[in-house]
């Protein structure tokens, strides 16, 4: 598969000399309702889950909140801590997920050249590559990463939402259910972006070297 980053020239000469080329969070993308999802019909296993796991969570809640007077850690019954949740569900279950993926991922973006327009391409050397007077480096990756520690989705563009049926869930915020929709979050995007024909690639974190930002070196990827 061919792909292609576009770049200012400062940043692609130092990442042809280096060979590293920069990584990011999914916390640092620029679209504030990328990898956030819709839940549903979620009160019935949330009350379940907070009665099951109370003495955790109000300890979490007071160690979050900072909470020393006795009186006030009284107050945080199981229908406080539900209340809680269920406010700010999406938020909550979002930022959870995606600060658990930063602390083990990164990703790097590609824009993959089968089927990119030529309008997107224009585009992309004004918005990306110093209006035109940058570089477009480009990648041969293998459909498959086989062995490799990464893999490759592509994005995944939609007018709507995804949405997870929580009373679906055998056990609420566990099993193979949320790790699905999760993953299918991770590269869901915005139909407004599809001009981008944006490709993903997720490396452990243990593979990217750290300094002021953080990057991943060629060759764990392939070659230029």
Not at 21 to 46: A, M, W
Not at 48 to 70: A, G, M, Q, T
Not at 171 to 186: H, N, P, Q, T, W
């Amino acid at each position: 598969m061919r792909c292609c980053r576009y770049m200012k020239f400062d940043y692609a000469e130092e990442s042809l000399r280096t060979a590293l080329y920069k990584v990011s969070h999914l916390s640092e993308f620029n679209d504030p309702f990328e990898c956030r999802g819709k839940y549903i019909n979620y009160e019935e296993p949330l009350r379940k889950y907070v009665h099951d796991n109370y003495e955790r969570l109000k300890f979490e809640k007071i160690r979050e909140w900072n909470i020393s007077s006795p009186e006030m850690q009284a107050g945080l019954t199981e229908e406080a801590i539900f209340l809680d949740y269920s406010d700010a569900l999406s938020e909550a279950i979002d930022a959870s997920w995606i600060g658990a993926f930063d602390d083990q991922m990164f990703v790097m973006c590609l824009v993959k050249e089968r089927g990119l327009k030529p309008t997107s391409d224009v585009l992309f050397w004004s918005h990306y590559a110093d209006s035109g007077k940058g570089v477009k480096i480009t990648f041969d990756m293998p459909e498959e990463s086989g062995d490799s520690p990464y893999y490759v989705r592509e994005v995944n563009y939609t007018d709507k939402i995804p949405t997870f049926d929580c009373s679906q869930m055998k056990d609420f915020f566990r099993g193979d259910e949320v790790a699905d929709y999760i993953d299918l979050l991770s590269y869901t995007k915005g139909k407004a972006w599809e001009y981008e024909n944006e490709v993903r690639m997720f490396v452990p974190r243990e593979y990217a070297e750290n300094g002021e930002h953080s990057y991943l070196h060629n060759s764990v990827f392939g070659g230029v």
